[in-house]
């Protein structure tokens, strides 16, 4: 604690513990003194008033309260500052991958060192929180960085929106999306190209596709160009709509067409990414698809035909008021009525026309003789609409985009799984001049498995070995796949591990679920058991696999014991080993839950709750 009454100057010059007052009245009396006996050499006793006198007022002892502790920390010239404190945040984040230490760094060290935070510290830290889509953290931390004032940037904003991206909590992030839209309008903020795009995907991906076709109107109005990059952004969003997805795909696809422009590989393979995992929704709205197909004459010769059949009816209504009206087929224009008209005669006669399925991607698709789409909604059906395998390689042509080994990957999950068709896609490449890469033919494993040729399956690595191709970790989980008893699967072990392989928790989960469906107990307990040696901590899907399993052999052993029918595998374990295995997997799998402890937390964020975050939990 500092000197009381004012004297705490004095400190650093005089004894703390002399009485001020009588040292100020007697000074003079001492140095005439002292000019006197300057000859004197050596000490000699001071007189009396001279003596040093204690004052509990004088002085106070040290308490170490919070403003002592402050300046002794302000005091510390060693005490690292913004600079250094900016590496560790970077050292922390981009080498060793640790987000929550460098959380914890600024939230606690920097605030025990009294280190104030500038733009630069926010920036990387709400980057590296979007990149993990820790939505609530990367808001919090921009909340406190508009509390410190700070010089807003562009690049916050972008993070942010991607961080709604990343998120698992959609509502949430949708949420937090669009307030911080509305906010950067009543800022008057005009965004850039950058921004826009990282607000269309955030959008897009939460299930806002209205407002992300709405940004992109927006940008037209701001006259940020529109490219093929921002219309990549939304059809992301569509990709996320697993019901609708691909209609909203094609519209989009059809939007871009009418603005001129042109696409490129990246619109391609979100296209057949659409094909292969969203559907085309409601059929009563799929007329939107080819309305946005035709041209406008053609919508204005639909509209024409429209009323003029609507008068026709009202005409026919007058004359003819006593029969009842049957409403004429709203078809596209007059020599499409004609049209129908021929077919139905030719349906009299036995004829049926026949029409080519028109690519839907085409600049210029002919869909007058459609009207509507009531295909059965496949991934294969939804290829054919944006011209199958030569129609869509031939359209990439006409547009000058060369074709990549990803187009190829993603054709292979859409062909019908048959030889025939694999074999058009292998035999297509070499003219296109690509070459497969390692995903290509852990995919081609997969297809080859899922029509349980695993003797063709296993026969890849010939042709990757041709290749050049080195197998890598997902090569080995998709041959693991072909392993469906538990001789192969003890092949399949011997061999990965006389190569050096470590097994993951993929592998062990595949591996695992082949035995549960061949309902060998013995053989899965010996895959828990190697599990707990290499130290694989599993996740849920493992823990969901097994307790199914589990389950699933009890059952069969109650429908025994009431003398209904059960598997083979079941009925042998009964007759041969009298339940010997299945009573030693159930002592195990006890005993393999209490070692292994597994985390069946589903929120992957958790992971990075700092020492803040705890303690504002515990209040």
Not at 142 to 148: I, L, P, T
Not at 444 to 458: D, V
């Amino acid at each position: 604690m500092a000197l009381k009454f004012g004297f705490h100057c004095l400190k650093s010059v005089i004894n703390p513990r002399m009485n001020i007052r009588r040292y100020c009245a007697n000074i003079q009396s001492s140095v005439d003194k002292n000019q006197d006996e300057s000859d004197d050499f050596g000490t000699y006793d001071l007189p009396t008033d001279e003596k040093i006198v204690y004052d509990k007022f004088d002085f106070v002892p040290e308490d170490m309260d919070s403003q002592d502790k402050h300046e002794a920390v302000i005091g510390d010239i060693y005490r690292p500052g913004r600079e250094q404190y900016l590496r560790q945040l970077n050292y922390l984040i981009h080498e060793k991958n640790n987000l929550r230490e460098a959380l914890n760094v600024l939230e606690v060290e920097m605030k025990e060192q009294c280190v104030k935070p500038e733009q630069a510290h926010f920036r990387i830290l709400i980057h590296a929180c979007a990149q993990v889509g820790h939505a609530k953290k990367a808001f919090q931390l921009h909340r406190e960085f508009k509390d410190r004032g700070l010089q807003k940037h562009v690049g916050i904003y972008a993070d942010l929106f991607h961080a709604c991206t990343n998120c698992q909590d959609k509502t949430f992030a949708l949420k937090q999306a669009t307030l911080l839209r509305k906010k950067l309008a009543e800022d008057h903020f005009n965004p850039n190209k950058v921004l826009y795009h990282t607000m269309i995907q955030a959008f897009g991906r939460c299930g806002d596709l209205e407002t992300a076709f709405e940004l992109i109107d927006e940008m037209r109005q701001n006259r940020v160009p529109v490219t093929s990059e921002s219309f990549s952004f939304l059809l992301q969003g569509c990709v996320s709509d697993k019901e609708n997805g691909f209609r909203h795909a094609l519209l989009t696809w059809r939007a871009m067409r009418r603005k001129t422009v042109w696409p490129n590989i990246h619109n391609y393979n979100l296209m057949l990414k659409a094909a292969q995992d969203c559907g085309l929704g409601d059929i009563k709205y799929t007329g939107d698809i080819i309305q946005a197909c035709l041209t406008a004459d053609k919508k204005l010769e639909l509209e024409r035909a429209k009323i003029k059949a609507f008068r026709q009816e009202k005409m026919k209504a007058k004359s003819q008021p006593e029969e009842v009206s049957i409403p004429v087929k709203d078809h596209w224009t007059d020599t499409n009525m004609e049209i129908v008209s021929q077919e139905d005669k030719e349906k009299e006669l036995g004829v049926v026309p026949f029409y080519e399925v028109p690519n839907l991607l085409a600049k210029r698709p002919q869909v007058e003789h459609i009207v509507g789409l009531a295909t059965e909604d496949t991934a294969q059906n939804r290829f054919m609409l944006i011209g199958g395998q030569t129609g869509f390689i031939e359209l990439m042509g006409k547009d000058r985009v060369v074709p990549d080994i990803k187009i190829m990957d993603q054709m292979l999950r859409l062909i019908p799984n048959t030889n025939e068709a694999e074999q058009e896609v292998l035999s297509m490449m070499p003219k296109l001049n690509i070459k497969p890469d390692i995903n290509f033919c852990n995919q081609l494993i997969i297809i080859r498995e899922q029509r349980k040729e695993f003797t063709l399956a296993k026969s890849t690595l010939k042709m990757m070995t041709e290749n050049d191709i080195s197998p890598d970790i997902m090569t080995f989980g998709s041959l693991a796949r072909c392993c469906k008893d538990p001789k192969s699967t003890r092949i399949f072990l011997q061999d990965f591990e006389s190569i050096g392989g470590r097994l993951n928790k993929e592998i062990l989960t595949t591996l695992l679920g082949n035995m549960c469906i061949a309902l060998v107990p013995a053989a899965v307990e010996r895959l828990l058991r190697l599990g707990v040696r290499q130290q694989i901590k599993p996740d849920k899907k493992m823990i969901q696999t097994v307790e199914k399993f589990y389950q699933t052999f009890r059952k069969f052993i109650i429908l025994k014991e009431k003398g209904k029918h059960v598997p083979y595998p079941v009925l042998l374990e009964i007759r041969e080993n009298r339940l010997a295995n299945w009573e030693q997997f159930i002592t195990y799998y006890k005993e393999w839950l209490a070692i292994v402890k597994p985390d069946l937390n589903e929120d992957p964020v958790l992971q990075y709750k700092t020492i803040k975050d705890k303690l504002a939990e515990s209040k």
